[in-house]
């Protein structure tokens, strides 16, 4: 009995000694936040909470926490404390002696780590449960407010700071730098952290940020050197201070999300984040999910919640999507900077990206004004390339950058695109690009007069994928206003848009295609647009015309067509067709050469109908007993 009294008593003093440690971090923790350089009052709070908690360990002791929580309880939570007191003391520490410009640029995410640091302290405090403790009112009283003001407490930075932070973040995402602004941005920082902009406060933050790049590096965490490494190219743009020769800046392209954006149940990046009653955050599908099984206890800490409400962690919205944004501006500069490297596996890797980029019409812009569109066009020539992926971002510029469009004509990518579909390039891509560029009208006649374009975007109307024949439909829909490019699309089998012209036509353009269609060499399986009524009809309504010339070639348009039977059929079914026909060989003032032509083709037509089919036309009758009579 005695032995295990002993036992009790040195796990006892083991007890207290981590219990005065955790009042001595507490009190370091105050001492820290006195000198903060940045953003002193957000602190103040904290700091306040921070010692009114070393007060009240001072005035407790661990031996009566033990007698109501037990041994090993106790000793758990003492450690969960100190853990949290030791991580927000290395938060602050860093804070005010780290690179200003760093600090300035990750103040929002410092002051959200402090907010759930906060969260996480008083749910700590809170398991103590030292309210149950034969204390006095007053204690009671701190405890509660401690544990109430750790948990509401809110990490805020002035306006001033969330904007110098603004124009850091949006400088070194820029691609080039003037002295000018570069000096401005450093006469903002230097007022902001009390210091002067010259040669030595530059000097001191290049050598932080280096060392801070260093230790980044050594950590693996390529998006914090990267931003460090920029930090550290703003800096030199001012000429403050001259760049060693041999030194060079590192370009990455990923950056790892924060821990805190990862929901702990879907263990995927939030985009609704919402908070439950404890403090903690979740994906909002993700813990209505859980709550909807019948859990009631919180999936992080295990504390049982007082409501299922959800509230949404607007702050920690607001993180994730600028963190993402970041990310994004990151990997844009790593695939701008890939593009223009002329190693072909960075340039792919850069393509992989960019295809993706560049489907966000600012990226795509930034491209565009960037000068890429040229080299961009030029890969297409290189086997080695990844050509779908050149293509996307083609396609992406083409849709979102209408103002850039005739760079791309100029660049010479219909005609790459002509050959990139010769060499089998067999998805939609490549038409995509053709279709978005046909979009404008202005571009039209340097697309249809590319070599060879018309006649392969008519071959890939019956492709097997429905995506591509639809996507060379409509590019050739877009091209048909001109009609010398309806005309080339006939010559190459596609009638449709040929007739569908020559109907709607003035009788000067129906001439030119009738001509057109007279050296064409047709084959029976594109004649079914030529077999419309409709086409037919018009073609018989240029014998109405004053022009001679108009007359001839519609006769020999139509004795070339009357090879077909269709053909035939439509002129012996319509009664409008034969007329004109007969009216042509009656009239006095008709040439000899219309007469021969009309009367070949009635001819024609007689030795080709039935008797049913021509008794409507008496002029045929009588042509039939001639005929008759003359052979």
Avoid at 313 to 337: H, T
Avoid at 422 to 430: I, L, N
Avoid at 581 to 588: A, C, K, M, N, P
Avoid at 610 to 630: I, V, Y
């Amino acid at each position: 009995m005695d032995f295990n009294n002993g036992i009790e008593d040195v796990g006892v003093a083991v007890l207290q000694e981590l219990w005065n440690k955790v009042a001595f971090q507490a009190m370091e923790i105050v001492t820290e936040t006195r000198d903060v350089v940045l953003e002193k009052d957000s602190l103040q709070e904290f700091s306040r909470s921070i010692l009114e908690l070393s007060t009240l360990l001072r005035a407790l002791d661990a031996k009566r926490v033990e007698s109501a929580m037990g041994l090993e309880s106790t000793k758990a939570a003492l450690e969960t404390l100190n853990s949290q007191l030791r991580e927000a003391a290395k938060i602050i520490k860093g804070y005010k002696s780290g690179s200003c410009l760093r600090l300035l640029l990750h103040s929002h995410s410092i002051r959200l780590q402090m907010q759930n640091l906060s969260k996480e302290m008083a749910m700590t405090i809170s398991s103590f449960q030292l309210v149950n403790l034969d204390m006095s009112l007053n204690l009671k009283t701190m405890i509660n407010q401690i544990i109430n003001n750790l948990r509401s407490i809110e990490f805020r930075s002035t306006v001033a700071t969330e904007t110098l932070a603004f124009e850091i973040e949006n400088s070194i995402s820029q691609h080039s730098r003037n002295q000018e602004n570069s000096m401005k941005l450093l006469e903002k920082i230097a007022e902001a952290v009390g210091a002067r902009e010259n040669a030595s406060l530059v000097q001191n933050e290049l050598a932080l940020l280096k060392q801070e790049k260093e230790e980044m590096e050594d950590q693996k965490k390529q998006a914090e050197a990267l931003q460090l490494a920029q930090l550290i190219q703003l800096l030199y743009s001012t000429d403050i201070v001259t760049r060693p020769q041999n030194e060079e800046i590192s370009m990455y392209h990923q950056q790892y999300p924060i821990n805190s954006f990862i929901c702990p149940l879907c263990n995927e990046m939030m985009t609704d984040p919402v908070a439950i009653f404890c403090g903690h955050s979740f994906e909002r599908k993700a813990i209505q999910d859980c709550f909807n099984r019948g859990e009631r206890n919180c999936p992080t800490c295990g504390e049982e919640l007082q409501s299922l409400e959800l509230t949404p962690n607007v702050n920690l919205r607001s993180s994730i999507d600028e963190w993402k944004l970041r990310d994004l501006n990151l990997k844009f500069q790593a695939a701008v900077s890939g593009i223009n490297n002329n190693d072909h596996s960075r340039q792919n890797k850069a393509l992989e990206n960019m295809q993706f980029l560049t489907e966000i019409p600012r990226y795509a812009v930034k491209v565009a004004e960037g000068g890429l569109v040229p080299k961009l066009v030029e890969f297409l020539k290189h086997k080695r390339l990844d050509t779908s992926a050149t293509l996307k971002c083609l396609y992406y510029l083409a849709k979102h950058c209408d103002n850039h469009k005739e760079v791309m004509v100029e660049a010479g990518v219909v005609r790459r695109i002509v050959k990139q579909i010769y060499r089998g390039e067999k998805g939609p891509d490549a038409i995509a690009v053709l279709l978005e560029l046909s979009k404008k009208e202005t571009l039209r006649e340097k697309i249809g007069e590319t070599k060879d374009c018309i006649p392969l975007l008519v071959s890939l109307l019956h492709n097997d994928n429905p995506d591509v024949s639809q996507k060379a439909q409509s590019t050739l829909q877009n091209l048909s206003s001109s009609t010398s490019f309806v005309i080339k699309m006939a010559e190459a089998g596609h009638f449709q848009p040929f007739v569908a012209r020559f109907n709607q036509g003035p009788q000067e353009s129906r001439a030119l295609m009738a001509a057109d269609l007279i050296k064409m060499q047709l084959k029976a399986n594109n004649m079914k647009d030529l077999e419309d009524g409709k086409f037919i009809r018009s073609l018989i309504q240029m014998l109405s015309s004053n022009s001679p010339a108009y007359k001839s070639v519609c006769l020999k348009c139509v004795k070339k067509l009357m090879v077909y039977p269709h053909i035939v059929q439509q002129l012996l079914s319509d009664s409008v067709m034969i007329p004109p026909l007969l009216g042509l060989i009656s009239y006095v003032g008709s040439g000899s050469h219309l007469k021969q032509e009309a009367g070949e083709i009635l001819a024609l037509l007689v030795g080709a109908c039935q008797h049913p089919e021509f008794e409507m036309h008496q002029g045929l009758q009588e042509l039939q007993s001639e005929h008759n009579l003359k052979t």
